[in-house]
């Protein structure tokens, strides 16, 4: 079965960045699956993988647009430390991650910088601007249920029936 629109795709990866650093994996015990076409991976790894099938195997680059965006650095700010509010100070560090609710939505923040009362917050996704390499074997390919297109994902195999969003 080749992949299309309401197929339930499971695949192995490696993904890393332009200069080799390994990002992140899904191996044979602990692969990806997913339901193709419901926007639940990024848009140019969908785009590659239609049309192929089980057992087919690929090295893909996606470029930043079609995976996490470019950089906007207007979502680069600072701010004052009182807008953590009780957030203890040990817990304020470059590198440290918050949910914060905007106009879109509850998005994650990053913090690049901690300058006394001054933190320095980053609105972009980690990997915006980065190209993503995605070594991947494609291990199988199956129509998906009518729940799992209704709900927009795959539901767990092997479960009790049961499935709660």
């Given amino acids: 079965m080749q992949i299309t ?6 695949m192995t990866y490696t993904l890393t960045d332009g200069q080799g650093n390994v990002l992140d994996q899904a191996d044979t015990s602990h692969p990806l699956t997913y339901l193709h076409g419901a926007e639940n991976i990024i848009p140019g790894l969908e785009n590659a993988l239609t049309g192929k099938q089980a057992q ?3 090295i893909v680059t996606i470029a930043p647009e079609d995976a996490y965006g470019e950089r906007d650095d ?3 700010q600072q701010v004052p430390r009182h807008m953590f ?4 100070t040990d817990h304020l560090f470059p590198g440290a991650q918050f949910q ?3 106009n879109g939505g509850v998005e994650v923040i990053t913090i690049t ?3 006394g009362d001054t933190i320095t ?3 972009n996704h980690p990997l915006a601007g980065v190209a993503l390499t995605f070594d991947l074997t494609i291990l199988d390919v199956r129509a998906a249920t009518a ?7 795959v539901h767990a195999a092997g479960g009790c029936g049961h499935h709660h969003h």
């Avoid at 629109?5 to 499971?10: G, L, N, P, Q």
């Avoid at 509010?85 to 203890?88: I, L």
């Fill in 85 to 88: 509010g009780d957030t203890p």
């Fill in 147 to 153: 729940d799992e297109i209704a709900h927009g994902h």
């Fill in 121 to 123: 917050i980053d609105a």
């Fill in 113 to 115: 910088a901690v300058d």
């Fill in 5 to 10: 629109d309401h197929a339930v795709v499971t």
């Fill in 100 to 102: 914060a609710q905007t």
């Fill in 74 to 76: 207007r979502l680069t």
């Fill in 56 to 58: 087919d195997s690929m």
